[in-house]
């Protein structure tokens, strides 16, 4: 199929894929500039708000159980905070940690070690935003996909390095992640005096979690009678918070989680950690971040999220609107203002007398509008002059008891961790604890705007 020319859908992201290590396949040269809708507009100027740069850097396999062992030199002054000892020194220990050894166990070559991140914030009576930008020489907007062999659709894509060493290549969403607590402070675990203002994200990373040293397989996870086929049906561990577990062990206490009962006070009390996550294939297309917040797991707020997936394809291109069926892998380059699947734009159902060629490529999660709490966080991003630039905005006070609640002339502890050249997990880069200043005095300073 031809696609319409100079035809480029103005709601839908463009997508790159890019060359991998080895001997796979090329999918395609990145873009010079990428563009997703605009659901709001700022009632400011950018350019006037404070700028912060922060230095990001990779973190490897270091965990909670990690940093609070004989095995970690500043164990004992764990309660002064991270930043006490680690201030200033995020280049070195990216530099440290992207490489092989022990707190990284696979490493991937060429992986930089470091990711500087410009943050501008403003609130007004209404709503907080947010700006961020930061350099990447190759933008990824695409996740895992769907090639047809010939005979049938097989999974393709995926983050490196697992898909490297698979032959296959890398396709994997760019990811931006604020993590918030408010200023009553969530304890590391129960009776702890280090809290998340002085700890930040390493408090909800443990060794059992997926590629961690512990990782905990499916296999024993089916039986647990929270977790398992009987439970919450998960297939592996992901961020979690300690206060929500009956005691500790070097694992991370995966398996031993409170009674419900207890975690509902916990709940109640508020203490977890608002997660928003900005996904440059899963949910820029339609203008919205993921809304999630980390407690006995890393769970979606209430209501219908901004992408599904199914086990199998179910959705292929509207050829009515993009002019094709499927992408071929040869013609991805031309295809890349047109490859997100959007639910009522640009996907309809995968028709089963449909023909389709060696090497088509079909995208695995399908976008839509959120709904519900889900629906708390409007975003916009675009990849101009060789940046990402982020734009997120939520209400101060959303209603909704998955959100912490945001009040002028308070600072609020934060975090922010990007995704970068196709990793998954673990693999991202992440700041030490920061404070977020609503016209108050923080490492990030959101000042007033509009009336």
């Known amino acids: 199929m031809k696609s319409k020319p100079g035809w480029m859908m103005p709601a839908v992201v463009m997508v790159v894929f890019t060359a991998i290590l080895g001997s796979c396949a090329v999918f395609g040269v990145a873009p010079s500039e990428i563009t997703g809708p605009r659901p709001f507009n700022f009632p400011g100027d950018w350019d006037k708000i404070p700028a912060k740069t922060v230095t990001l850097f990779y973190p490897g396999q270091t965990s909670w159980q990690f940093l609070t062992s004989d095995a970690h030199a500043g164990a004992q002054a764990i309660n002064a905070g991270c930043a006490t000892c680690h201030a200033g020194q995020e280049k070195m220990l990216g530099a440290k940690l992207v490489q092989g050894g022990p707190r990284e166990a696979d490493p991937i070559a060429g992986k930089a070690p470091t990711i500087d991140l410009t943050v501008r914030a403003a609130y007004d009576s209404e709503f907080v935003y947010f700006q961020f930008r930061w350099a990447t020489q190759t933008p990824h907007a695409v996740h895992t996909l769907w090639r047809y062999d010939g005979k049938q659709w097989v999974a393709w894509g995926g983050p490196k390095p697992d898909a490297t060493k698979k032959g296959v290549p890398p396709s994997y969403e760019d990811r931006l992640a604020i993590l918030l607590d408010d200023p009553d402070n969530v304890p590391a675990f129960d009776g702890a005096s280090a809290t998340f203002s002085q700890v930040g994200c390493w408090m909800t990373c443990h060794n059992s979690m997926r590629a961690m040293p512990r990782d905990v397989s499916r296999k024993a996870i089916e039986p647990h009678p929270y977790w398992g086929a009987k439970g919450r049906r998960v297939g592996d561990i992901r961020k979690y918070l300690l206060i929500t577990r009956t005691s500790q062990d070097d694992a991370g206490a995966w398996d031993k989680v409170k009674p419900e009962a207890d975690l509902n006070k916990l709940k109640t009390a508020g203490k977890y950690l608002d997660l928003w996550q900005w996904r440059a294939?899963?949910?820029?297309?339609?203008?919205?971040?993921?809304?999630?917040?980390?407690?006995?797991?890393?769970?979606?707020?209430?209501?219908?999220?901004?992408?599904?997936?199914?086990?199998?394809?179910?959705?292929?291109?509207?050829?009515?609107?993009?002019?094709?069926?499927?992408?071929?892998?040869?013609?991805?380059?031309?295809?890349?203002?047109?490859?997100?699947?959007?639910?009522?734009?640009?996907?309809?159902?995968?028709?089963?007398?449909?023909?389709?060629?060696?090497?088509?490529?079909?995208?695995?999660?399908?976008?839509?509008?959120?709904?519900?709490?889900?629906?708390?966080?409007?975003?916009?991003?675009?990849?101009?002059?060789?940046?990402?630039?982020?734009?997120?905005?939520?209400?101060?006070?959303?209603?909704?008891?998955?959100?912490?609640?945001?009040?002028?002339?308070?600072?609020y502890p934060i975090g922010f961790s990007i995704f970068d050249d196709t990793v998954s997990n673990r693999r991202h880069y992440v700041t030490l604890p920061l404070t977020l200043g609503l016209g108050a005095k923080g490492d990030v300073t959101a000042v007033k705007v509009g009336p």
């Open 281 to 411: 294939a899963r949910s820029n297309a339609v203008g919205y971040a993921s809304d999630d917040w980390v407690f006995e797991y890393r769970n979606g707020d209430a209501g219908r999220s901004p992408f599904s997936s199914t086990p199998k394809p179910q959705f292929m291109y509207d050829e009515k609107i993009t002019g094709f069926r499927a992408i071929p892998e040869s013609r991805l380059q031309a295809r890349m203002g047109q490859a997100a699947l959007v639910e009522k734009k640009t996907a309809v159902a995968l028709d089963p007398n449909a023909k389709f060629a060696v090497g088509d490529v079909l995208p695995q999660y399908v976008q839509r509008d959120p709904a519900g709490s889900a629906a708390d966080v409007r975003a916009f991003g675009r990849y101009v002059d060789g940046h990402w630039v982020v734009e997120l905005r939520r209400k101060l006070n959303t209603g909704h008891p998955d959100d912490k609640v945001l009040r002028p002339g308070t600072a």
